[in-house]
T-cell receptor, first 112, second 113 residues
Framework: GDSVTQMEGPVTLSEEAFLTINCTYT??????LFWYVQYPGEGLQLLLK?????DKGSNKGFEATYRKETTSFHLEKGSVQVSDSAVYFC???????????FGTGTRLLVSP | DGGITQSPKYLFRKEGQNVTLSCEQN?????MYWYRQDPGQGLRLIYY???????QKGDIAEGYSVSREKKESFPLTVTSAQKNPTAFYLC????????????FGQGTRLTVV
């Protein structure tokens, strides 16, 4: 079945550093791709999405580009803040079955 | 306000007891999902439903049951057959369609005592 692989965490950065969290996927069709964020003790919130190849999703300074040739959807932010500390999940929506498949999550810790 | 409501936020259960987790949405979404979250394992799909009166098993359905009698509601029962039920449970809904994102509730933390 379809699957998502994320880089292991935690990722530890200082405030204003550049962030990259890698995400690659395996899918038989042409899935939609998502990044979700989870703050402690809460549910997941959609951060951004891309629905077809070469689409770029962006929100709150975060960006990710749907790369079909490398089956990747890496999350980037130019300057992180302490408030960005959270767990980030990459996910895909399977073609046809409408099943949302998640990666294992990457914890980001930003220090002042 | 529209959204997904999970209740209760914290739940304690004695071994051998069944327990039902509530999930209600007023977003008029067709699709609903239940996920289990354990530390270091991300989210694993338990059951999902794309329409009323129909649902499918996810990757870890053993020891769980669901019903979808109303569009707004998708309760999850954790039965005594679930060997390790202590976890954080998340419910989500989606309007359906591949490009549509899912919206999540705040989760229920179940602890077996």
């Amino acid at each position: 079945g379809d699957s998502v692989t994320q880089m292991e965490g935690p990722v530890t950065l200082s405030e204003e550093a550049f962030l990259t969290i890698n995400c690659t996927y395996t899918a038989t069709g042409y899935p939609s791709l998502f990044w979700y964020v989870q703050y402690p003790g809460e549910g997941l919130q959609l951060l951004l999405k891309a629905t077809k190849a070469d689409d770029k999703g962006s929100n709150k300074g975060f960006e990710a580009t749907y790369r079909k040739e490398t089956t990747s959807f890496h999350l980037e932010k130019g300057s992180v803040q302490v408030s960005d500390s959270a767990v980030y999940f990459c996910a895909l929506m399977e073609t046809g079955f409408q099943k949302l498949v998640f990666g294992t999550g990457t914890r980001l810790l930003v220090s002042p | 306000d529209g959204g997904i409501t999970q209740s209760p936020k914290y739940l304690f259960r004695k071994e051998g007891q069944n327990v039902t987790l509530s999930c209600e949405q007023n977003l008029n979404h067709d699709a609903m999902y239940w996920y289990r979250q354990d530390p270091g394992q991300g989210l694993r799909l338990i059951y999902y439903s794309q329409i009323v009166n129909d649902f499918q098993k996810g990757d870890i359905a053993e020891g769980y049951s669901v019903s979808r009698e109303k569009k707004e509601s998708f309760p999850l029962t954790v039965t005594s057959a679930q060997k390790n039920p202590t976890a954080f449970y998340l419910c989500a809904s989606s309007i359906g369609g591949q490009s549509r994102e899912a919206f999540f509730g705040q989760g229920t933390r179940l602890t077996v005592v």
